[in-house]
C-alpha cells in the first residue's frame, strides 16, 4: 500500500488523536495542526504544528500531494437561548465552520494533487434532532452540513466531502457533560443503545470514509449516535 498524507485539525486529543493513531498505524504520514502536542507524543510518522484555527493565522506550508484533510476542532455552549449573546453564536461560528473553510481553502491545492482524495468535516446529533440548549451549536453544526454537500457538488469528481455527524462522545470536550457516574448513566440512557460514544468509534468512520473503499461515497452526512434521534427508545 503507497503510503498517504492527511492533515489532521484538532488532532491533539479525542477523536483526532484516536484518527491520527488509526492512520498512522496503517504506515500512513499524518500533519497534525493543534493548540498543543497533547496525545500525539510518540506517535510515529506524525508530524506536530502548533496552530490555533481561532487565531486568524496564516497556515502552515505543507508541500506535495495531500490524500485528506480532517476538520475535528468544534464546541459544546449549552445554555438557554436568552443567556446566548450574538458573540456567543459569532465564536460557535468562527470555530466550527470558518476554521473548516480556511482549512480547505489552504490545503485544496494539494488535495487536487493526489489520488482519490477526501474531507471529513464534523457535525453533531443536534442539527438533525431539536434538543434544548443547543441553539448555538445546532445553528453552526447545520452550517458544516450545508458546507458538506455544496462542497461535495463543487469538488467532485476529483475530491469527496462528508461530514459525520455524533452524538455524545467521551473526549475531553464533553468532560463537563461526563464528570460524575450519574452524569454518564443519564446521559447513556438517552440513547436507544444504552452507550456513551467513544473517539474510536467516530474515528473508525472517518478513516473508512478516507480510504479507497469510499471512494463512491460523496456529500454525505452519517450519523453515528447510539440511534438518538433515530429510534424510539424502549
Known amino acids: 500500500m503507497d503510503k498517504k498524507t492527511y492533515i489532521i485539525a484538532g488532532a491533539s486529543s479525542g477523536i483526532g488523536s484516536e484518527l491520527a493513531k488509526i492512520l498512522t498505524d496503517l504506515g500512513n504520514n499524518i500533519v497534525a495542526l493543534s493548540r498543543s502536542a497533547g496525545n500525539l507524543n510518540g506517535l510515529q510518522n506524525c508530524r506536530f504544528i502548533q496552530y490555533d484555527f481561532t487565531s486568524g493565522d496564516a497556515l502552515p506550508e505543507v508541500t506535495g500531494p495531500v490524500n485528506g484533510i480532517i476538520y475535528c476542532p ?60 443547543h441553539s448555538s451549536i445546532a445553528a453552526s453544526k447545520a452550517a458544516v452540513e450545508g458546507l458538506t454537500r455544496s462542497l461535495a457538488a463543487e469538488l467532485a469528481p476529483i475530491i469527496r466531502v462528508n461530514c459525520i455527524a455524533p452524538s455524545l462522545t467521551d473526549t ?35 478513516a473508512y470514509l478516507l480510504s479507497d473503499q469510499a471512494k463512491w461515497i460523496t456529500g454525505q452526512v452519517i450519523g453515528i449516535n447510539g440511534g438518538m434521534g433515530t429510534l424510539m427508545r424502549n
Open 74 to 133: 468544534g464546541s459544546i455552549n449549552l445554555k438557554p437561548f436568552q443567556r446566548f449573546t450574538e458573540q456567543d453564536f459569532a465564536a460557535d461560528f468562527q470555530l466550527n465552520v470558518l476554521g473548516a473553510v480556511r482549512l480547505i481553502k489552504g490545503y485544496l491545492p494539494n488535495l487536487k494533487q493526489a489520488e482519490n482524495p477526501g474531507i471529513v468535516l464534523f457535525s453533531s446529533v443536534a442539527v438533525g434532532t431539536g434538543m434544548s440548549f
Open 172 to 206: 475531553p470536550l464533553a468532560g463537563q457533560l461526563l464528570n460524575s457516574e450519574a452524569k454518564r448513566e443519564a446521559n447513556a440512557d438517552k440513547h436507544p443503545l444504552k452507550q456513551i460514544g467513544q473517539p474510536e468509534d467516530i474515528a473508525a468512520m472517518a
